[in-house]
């Protein structure tokens, strides 16, 4: 057992450094489940004198070669990412509860409040749009009558906050976005030339912001 248990000690630490997730409050639901169905995996074999450490090996094996294929096929293939990671739910857009959102990805309004409130907003009049991550996490963008510091604090006149769109997510243009702007992939193009950018796959991300425009960041050219 104790060699078992040692072996399967440093087995999941190396599974886990392939793996390389950042921060345990940025995993989604998926990768979640699948580290605790690794740490089963591992329980299950320490304790069962039938298993061997060559099984330990092929179990925690195939397990972290099924993850990684899963996380190729949503880097690779954008549309599988909805289906794998889901995508993220805007639940409060311009100030006003979107509860056909919140009804959709199980939130009562307790709960919405309690988040808010770790986020500093005690007040849903506050916010000017409050997004779901796929991770659960809740991201808020504060209207800026409200924002820390706060334009009355220097008697400045209170300014729109808008949200960003993405345009471009690695390499491919999001076109259900670009027409919620009312905009075409011709002036997407005409835009992307003025920053020197020719090809749509030469950008790894791109957004739009209603007061500041396009903002494109190009991807990295891999160096010999």
Known sequence: MTIELTFGFFALLVVTRIL?????????????ISAIVMGELLGNAVFDDKIKIGMIVYALSLWAFLIMIVEKITQKFRRTRKIIEGEPAIIIRNG???????????????????????????????????????????????????????????????KSVYLPINLILDGEILDDNLQSIGFNRE??????????????????????????????VPKTKKTS
């Open 96 to 158: 006003q509860i979107d509860f056909n959102v919140i009804k959709r990805e199980h939130i009562d309004i307790n709960e919405l409040l309690s988040i808010l409130r770790q986020k500093d907003a005690f007040s849903i009049r506050e916010i000017e749009f409050a997004i779901l991550e796929q991770s659960g996490n809740i991201s808020v963008l504060k209207k800026s009558k409200y924002d820390n510091p706060t334009s009355e604090d220097f008697s400045l006149p209170y």
């Open 20 to 32: 390389r997730k950042t921060q345990i409050n940025e995993i989604t639901p998926f990768d979640f």
């Open 187 to 216: 002036w997407l193009i005409n835009e992307m030339n003025m920053f020197g950018v020719e090809k749509v796959k030469d950008i790894f991300y791109a957004e739009w912001k209603q007061d500041e425009g396009l903002h494109i």
